[in-house]
């Protein structure tokens, strides 16, 4: 089975500042999707980022970016610019061919003003 | 797109009883939907995986007579739990996805349950 660790339950950033959430994954599959997915108070999940293993540039989506190294099978969040509104728990997940996605247990970030 | 509808979003029943909850794609064909569990400031716990058209298949440790799932279409899957107890009370997240290599799953708003 899949496993994902994030080894960071909790952390704070000063609102307009950078902070990075970590993931770690362990596989023996060579291809396979990673996800961050943020849950506000609301509990709403919500999906920040995609990356596919095959590709070797890091994706970004405006004030996210990841941190993606395959070789040794990280692959971390940085949210630049953080706003208060990015206040939530933030799940990283794993998905293979066995059509299942696997989920870390959550960093809780909070935004300070 | 790919928005996903869960109702309830929040049901309190007596211990006994059942309750249903509904989740729909409603601008996609959902393949594959799954159904978690999720506790106060833990992470998702994947109860079940539903394809359409047939038996879902259960997660170790999930009672499948208590927690009843139906794929009966490609928008549509119902978690069902019978005879509610206290100890069942908790959010439960209905996900689903179109079946795509790189798909997401999309989340329903989560439907919490309290069994009284």
């Known amino acids: 089975a899949q496993t994902v660790t994030q080894s960071q339950p909790e952390m704070s950033v000063q609102e307009a500042e950078t902070v990075t959430l970590s993931c770690t994954y362990d596989t023996s599959e060579s291809n396979y999707y990673l996800f961050w997915y943020k849950q506000p108070p609301s509990r709403q999940m919500i999906l920040v980022i995609r990356q596919e293993a095959y590709k070797q540039q890091n994706a970004t989506e405006n004030r996210f970016s990841v941190n993606f190294q395959k070789a040794a099978k990280s692959f971390s969040l940085k949210i630049s610019d953080s706003q208060l509104g990015d206040t939530a728990m933030y799940f990283c997940?794993?998905?293979?061919?066995?059509?299942?996605?696997?989920f870390g247990t959550g960093t809780s970030l909070t935004v300070i003003p | 797109g790919a928005v996903v509808s869960q109702h309830p979003s929040r049901v309190i029943c007596k211990s006994g009883t059942s309750v249903k909850i509904e989740c729909r794609s409603l601008?996609?064909?959902?393949?594959?939907m799954f159904w978690y569990r999720q506790f106060p400031k833990q992470s998702l716990m994947l109860m079940a995986t539903s394809n359409e058209g047939s038996k879902a298949t259960y997660e170790q440790g999930v009672e499948k007579d208590k927690f009843l799932i139906n794929h009966a279409s490609l928008t549509l899957s119902t978690l069902t739990v019978t005879s509610a107890h206290p100890e069942d009370s908790s959010f439960y997240i209905c996900?689903?996805?179109?079946?795509?290599?790189?798909?997401?799953?999309?989340f329903g708003n989560g439907t919490r349950l309290t069994v009284t």
């Open positions: 997940a794993f998905f293979s061919t066995g059509n299942q996605f696997y």
């Open positions: 601008d996609f064909q959902a393949t594959t």
């Open positions: 996900s689903a996805r179109t079946g795509l290599g790189h798909s997401p799953l999309h």
